[in-house]
């Protein structure tokens, strides 16, 4: 196992908590000299907080723990391609390396709709290291959805039939 598979199975034990809370299976690790400094998953849900992705609860955190918003030395691990929110919290957060599973070609801004992380416009931009155990981040995510819309559809029956 890589160190790069190592840390993104810690973010998938991330995403597999935000599951078992009813939240979209997204994990994020942050790390500093091969030490793990923050973690975190989608709470997007259960806030009611628009920002709480993983990868964002997982910046403000390792902030906090270096004392500064510049996360100049810091590897992001992170289960699913960033959105544009996180992609620019990573770019204004100087986060030099990221390391993503899964692609996001409806919302990932790291290479599926748009690079923001490595946008020659801006001033700080990111490595990035994809792929990372792809086929378990994208079949979290894809088996979360299957059992939402079974459930939706089993509650759709339900409601048919008291009625009928």
Same mark, same amino acid.
């Given at each position: 196992?890589?160190?790069?598979?190592?840390?993104?199975?810690?973010?998938?034990?991330? !995403?597999?908590?935000?599951? %078992? $809370?009813?939240? @979209?299976?997204? +994990? /994020?690790?942050?790390?500093?000299?091969?030490?793990?400094?923050?973690?975190?998953?989608?709470?997007?849900?259960?806030?009611?907080?628009?920002?709480?992705?993983?990868?964002?609860?997982?910046?403000?955190?390792?902030?906090?723990?270096?004392?500064?918003?510049?996360?100049?030395?810091?590897?992001?691990?992170?289960?699913?391609?960033?959105?544009?929110?996180?992609?620019? !919290?990573?770019?204004?957060? %100087? $986060?030099?390396? @990221?390391?993503? +599973? /899964?692609?996001?070609?409806?919302?990932?801004?790291?290479?599926?709709?748009?690079?923001?992380?490595?946008?020659?416009?801006?001033?700080?931009?990111?490595?990035?290291?994809?792929?990372?155990?792809?086929?378990?981040?994208?079949?979290?995510?894809?088996?979360?959805?299957?059992?939402?819309?079974?459930?939706?559809?089993?509650?759709?029956?339900?409601?048919?039939?008291?009625?009928?």
């Amino acid at each position: 196992m890589t160190l790069d598979e190592y840390y993104m199975t810690l973010a998938i034990e991330e !995403a597999k908590k935000a599951e %078992r $809370i009813g939240e @979209v299976p997204i +994990g /994020a690790v942050i790390v500093y000299q091969d030490t793990v400094i923050a973690r975190a998953h989608n709470l997007r849900e259960s806030s009611q907080d628009p920002t709480a992705h993983a990868e964002h609860l997982a910046i403000t955190r390792a902030a906090k723990i270096m004392g500064s918003w510049r996360l100049e030395d810091c590897q992001l691990y992170i289960t699913l391609e960033p959105c544009v929110m996180c992609s620019g !919290a990573i770019v204004m957060s %100087r $986060i030099p390396t @990221v390391v993503y +599973g /899964a692609t996001d070609p409806k919302g990932g801004c790291a290479g599926s709709l748009m690079n923001l992380v490595q946008e020659p416009r801006f001033n700080h931009r990111v490595e990035l290291r994809t792929g990372v155990l792809e086929e378990q981040c994208g079949e979290l995510l894809r088996q979360f959805f299957r059992q939402m819309r079974q459930r939706k559809k089993s509650a759709k029956i339900i409601r048919t039939d008291e009625h009928t």
